[in-house]
């Protein structure tokens, strides 16, 4: 049996070398995806993002509110000398929002009145510049009000100890674990770059497994093994599972190596997650094959389940604000256990016993193979699928 087993081992590795594809799609695609993710994020923050601003009073009070604007860590005002302009500019995606101070806005703030300031931002593209936009303007807005109203207290004699209470009276002293400089790219990167390599690992193993049917291969395999279909699948995920082992761990030493990415516990615990997820979408995607045995419908499908891995991972939008009816779906991705593990180990610096359950719930999805492994044998022994 071993002997069988290394036989299927080696002829897979000569099927790398005569179809490049397979490092395309798991080398090229993770050192494409860490280059860019890495220096696309380097600042923590999108810098100078364009905002623009239509000044109809163009007052003193005004003026400064728009040099306030221009000086914030991301913003970057771009004046505008009528509404249609800068709505023209936000739809074409120039600027990522504006604001429109109306007429006579200073005489409204002298006389106690509530001006009104028009906020436009786009929100769809992209999302994350104009959900930005929109904190630096309501920042600014905020700090104009307390400003404002700060003249008012002085002019009405209000000792300038009781000033800020009054504007202020509770202060927020906040303390953000494990990520002080509230870095995106801390949040982000880390399980954005995991999700690649979990998507490039259900996709090139999805194409491993169908290639077989696609090319009439699938019998020379079976007697490679004995006609043996276990030996046959765990011969062909040996290679992967150490290549994308090696992919995973020199990403997880770069990111928290030579990029000082913060971490509490231990990062060989992060190794060992990142090694049962990858175990996880071989299992899924070999799964996956065994359901529609054609490479066509086995890839498209892989591809579709691993983009949806993202959504029901929980590190952009938590699952408890995701729809009640399909917030359970998200045990059916690996991805989303190993961000429960991730959270436990950089963040609280947890050891083995407080995320365990996590690694048994990635374990767990090895015996998805068993469930249609006859289906998966007959498809390669009979051939009687479609090979388009």
């Known amino acids: 049996m071993l002997q069988n087993l290394y036989n299927v081992i080696r002829r897979e590795i000569r099927i790398w070398r005569n179809r490049p594809i397979y490092f395309l799609g798991s080398v090229g695609v993770m050192l494409a995806a860490t280059l860019f993710f890495t220096t696309f994020m380097k600042e923590g923050l999108p810098q100078e993002l364009r905002i623009g601003v239509v000044d109809l009073d163009n007052s003193s009070t005004s003026r400064n509110f728009r040099q306030q604007l221009d000086a914030t860590q991301m913003g970057q005002v771009v004046e505008f000398a009528s509404l249609s302009?800068?709505?023209?500019?936000?739809?074409?995606?120039?600027?990522?929002?504006?604001?429109?101070?109306?007429?006579?806005?200073?005489?409204?703030?002298?006389?106690?009145?509530?001006?009104?300031?028009?906020?436009q931002v786009n929100l769809m593209y992209p999302v994350i510049g104009g959900a930005l936009a929109y904190k630096d303007i309501l920042f600014m807005v905020?700090?104009?009000?307390?400003?404002?109203?700060?003249?008012?207290?002085?002019?009405?004699?209000?000792?300038?100890?009781?000033?800020?209470?009054?504007?202020?009276?509770?202060?927020?002293?906040?303390?953000?674990?494990?990520?002080?400089?509230?870095?995106?790219?801390?949040?982000?990167?880390?399980?954005?770059?995991?999700?690649?390599?979990?998507?490039?690992?259900?996709?090139?193993?999805?194409?491993?497994?169908?290639?077989?049917?696609?090319?009439?291969?699938?019998?020379?395999?079976?007697?490679?093994?004995?006609?043996?279909?276990?030996?046959?699948?765990?011969?062909?995920?040996?290679?992967?599972?150490?290549?994308?082992?090696?992919?995973?761990?020199?990403?997880?030493?770069?990111?928290?190596?030579?990029?000082?990415?913060?971490?509490?516990g231990n990062v060989g615990w992060l190794i060992l997650a990142t090694l049962a997820m990858i175990l996880a979408y071989e299992a899924?995607?070999?799964?996956?094959v065994s359901v529609v045995p054609t490479l066509r419908l086995g890839v498209c499908l892989s591809a579709l389940y691993s983009v949806l891995?993202?959504?029901?991972?929980?590190?952009t939008l938590p699952i408890s604000a995701i729809p009640a009816g399909v917030q359970g779906l998200s045990i059916l991705f690996p991805l989303r256990f190993y961000y429960l593990i991730y959270t436990k180990v950089v963040y609280f610096g947890c050891g083995f016993d407080a995320w365990w359950p996590y690694l048994v719930a990635l374990l767990a999805f090895q015996l998805l193979p068993f469930v249609l492994c006859k289906r998966l044998y007959n498809a390669y022994k009979y051939q009687n699928y479609p090979r388009n």
């Open 309 to 315: 891995g993202f959504s029901f991972a929980g590190f």
């Open 85 to 119: 302009a800068a709505q023209r500019e936000l739809e074409t995606g120039r600027i990522n929002g504006y604001v429109v101070v109306p007429e006579h806005f200073d005489q409204e703030v002298q006389a106690f009145h509530c001006p009104k300031l028009q906020v």
């Open 142 to 264: 905020n700090l104009t009000n307390g400003a404002v109203q700060r003249q008012v207290l002085r002019a009405k004699g209000v000792p300038e100890y009781e000033i800020m209470g009054r504007l202020q009276p509770i202060t927020t002293d906040a303390h953000y674990i494990g990520n002080a400089p509230t870095n995106y790219s801390y949040y982000l990167v880390n399980m954005i770059l995991m999700g690649i390599l979990g998507m490039c690992v259900t996709l090139v193993v999805a194409y491993s497994v169908g290639s077989e049917l696609k090319y009439g291969t699938s019998k020379h395999l079976l007697e490679c093994t004995g006609d043996d279909i276990w030996t046959a699948i765990v011969g062909k995920l040996v290679p992967y599972t150490v290549l994308f082992t090696v992919l995973g761990t020199c990403l997880q030493l770069l990111l928290f190596g030579p990029l000082h990415y913060p971490i509490a």
């Open 284 to 288: 899924i995607a070999v799964f996956i």
